[in-house]
């Protein structure tokens, strides 16, 4: 498959534990986040968002959690599965048109 | 619903070439986003179009050009390829761009410039 980032930092989870995948954002204005999770070969596919106004927000099997004091985002993904292997990004953007900027990704291991 | 499409998938061409891209959006959405997937910079903005309209736009030279049609369909153009554009290009559609942000990928086209 392609090659998403070639030096991403990596998770290595077992499987069936709780994988934690941090990201720290840039713009303190930034006011919408979102999760991608990105598998080889294909488009980032959306996994859960938040906005500014929230600290949680809850999914199936996934958490996102935002602190905007130290301007940092996470996402919790329960009893972690094989097909959850894949690189995961967050991106922030602004509420006044900005574009969506996007962190450099975590690659997530599942191991056996 | 049928998701984003992108055409075409896989793209060889010669520097110096242009090369055209196409995205059709999830229906109902008018928002088209472009983006460059490279190992060494990430995903990074190329630009926005919004009801025919460009609305925003990245920190690329003017060889990236793109377009949108009154279907929301739309086009991007990269003029005298160098072999720095071999990238992953994906488009994103969105509802509005405006409240709702919530962008959907396609699954890109890959070029690679020889």
């Known amino acids: 498959g392609e090659s998403v980032g070639l030096h991403l930092p990596t998770l290595s989870v077992q499987e069936g534990d709780n994988s934690i995948i941090n990201c720290a954002y840039s713009n303190s204005a930034s006011d919408y986040f979102i999760w991608y999770k990105q598998e080889s070969g294909k488009g980032p596919q959306f996994i859960i968002d938040i906005r500014s106004n929230m600290d949680k927000r809850q999914g199936q099997r996934v958490t996102v959690l935002l602190n905007k004091t130290v301007k940092h985002l996470s996402l919790q993904i329960a009893a972690t599965q094989p097909g959850d292997s894949a690189v995961y990004f967050c991106a922030e953007k602004g509420n006044y048109g900005q574009n969506f900027v996007f962190g450099p990704g975590t690659r997530l291991s599942v191991l056996p | 619903k049928a998701g984003v499409t992108q055409t075409p998938r896989y793209l060889i061409k010669t520097r110096g070439q242009q090369v055209t891209l196409s995205c059709s959006p999830i229906?109902?959405?008018?928002?088209v986003s472009w983006y460059q997937q490279t190992p060494g910079q990430g995903l990074q903005f190329l630009f926005e179009?919004?009801?025919?309209?460009?609305?925003n736009k990245g920190n690329f030279p003017g060889r990236f050009s793109g377009r949108q049609f009154s279907n929301s369909r739309s086009e991007m153009n990269v003029s005298t390829l160098e072999l720095g554009d071999s990238a992953l290009y994906l488009c994103a559609s969105s509802s509005t761009g405006g409240a709702s942000y919530e962008q959907y990928f396609g699954p890109g086209t890959r070029l690679t410039v020889t």
């Open positions: 179009y919004f009801s025919e309209t460009q609305r």
């Open positions: 229906s109902g959405h008018r928002s």
